[in-house]
Each structure stands twice: as C-alpha cells, then as structure tokens.
C-alpha cells in the first residue's frame, strides 16, 4: 500500500475525531513514512512497518480522552428540526425514565463490581493479619510451654499464609481485568460516538 492510499483509509477511520487531533495525527503519521523512506525504506515497507489502518486507528482512538470526543460531537451536533423537538418532549414521559433507569442499572452494576473487588482486598488483608497474629502466638505459646498449642497455632498461621497468597494473586487478576474491562468500556463509547457521527 502506498502512502496516500494508507493515510486516506486512516483519515476515513478517524473521520468522527475532532478535526485538529485527525490532522496533527496524519500529519504525523505522514512524517514518520517520510523519514523511514529517506532512511532508505521502499514506500510500501514504510507503510507496513507501521501496522494496519484498523490497529493504528484504534491506538490513536485509545490515546484520545472521552471528554474530547464528546465535547466535539456536541459542538458539531445539527440543529434539530421542529418534529424532532415534538417527538422528543411527546415521548419524554416514556423514554425519559427508561434512559434514567439504564444508566443508573449499568452505573450500580459497575459500583457493586468495584465493591465486590474491595471486598476481596479485604478478606486477603483480614488473613494476612490472622496469619501474623497466629505465628506471633503460636511463636509465645511455644516459648511459655504449650507446645502442642503454640504448633497448632504456627499451622493454622502457615495456612492462612499460603490462603493470602492465593487470595493476592486471584485479586490482582480480578483487578487487572476490572481495569480491562474499563478501558474497553471506554472505548467503546468513544467509537460509538464516532460512528454516530459519521453517520450523521
């Protein structure tokens, strides 16, 4: 592909992005081919050194925030024509509170994940603790004569160490995939809005 064919199909992929960011990035993007194909790169090797137009586009959509994309879109929106306003304000009544409803269920669901994850932080916290204050008595128990005791104690704490250790690392997973998740919420929002406005 050359350098015009793959900047073009980058431009239609971020054709929803504010205008300045879409130029600053071809412009860039331009550049780069530019000066690999001075280093001595043949025009399409440049090109597929930097990968394909879909994975690059979703990298710039990725590097963009949300509150810039949905600040363009609300300043590029069209004025609404005078049945579109009726229809809305005739069907506030039903719509209104289905929207309300379905942010505020997609909101609590996301709320009592991050709850759910601080609730597992906590129970690994908890038997860490126990672990410490089981060796730690168990180590006393065993100084002042009960044997036995201060043993069954030094198990129980080496138990609860192993159980954190395994709690840490199911945490960390479930924590590493909350943030996924987010992210790929978040994107997905953000290419909702740029269909949206390519359609428009």
């Known amino acids: ?103 505020a269920v997609a909101l609590s669901l996301y709320v009592v994940l991050w709850a759910l994850l601080l609730s597992l932080w906590a129970v690994v916290l908890s038997i860490t603790i126990l672990f410490v204050a089981a060796v730690g008595s168990g180590i006393a128990l065993a100084v002042r004569g009960d044997v036995p005791a201060g043993l069954a104690l030094l198990g129980a704490g080496l138990f609860c160490a192993g159980l954190s250790i395994l709690l840490f690392l199911a945490s960390l997973g479930a924590t590493k995939g909350v943030l996924k998740l987010t992210k790929k919420m978040i994107f997905g929002i953000k290419k909702s809005l740029l269909k949206k406005e390519e359609r428009a």
């Open 1 to 103: 592909m050359k350098k015009e064919e793959y900047l073009s199909a980058l431009e239609k992929r971020l054709s929803g992005l504010p205008e300045k960011e879409k130029k600053e990035r071809l412009r860039f993007f331009g550049e780069m081919i530019d000066d690999r194909i001075e280093d001595g790169c043949s025009e399409e090797d440049a090109v597929q050194e930097l990968g394909s137009v879909e994975e690059l586009a979703e990298q710039i959509i990725g590097e963009i925030s949300l509150p810039a994309i949905a600040g363009h879109r609300m300043r590029e929106k069209r004025a609404l024509s005078g049945w579109e306003i009726a229809l809305l304000i005739v069907g506030a009544p039903l719509w209104l509170p289905l929207l309300v409803a379905a942010v």
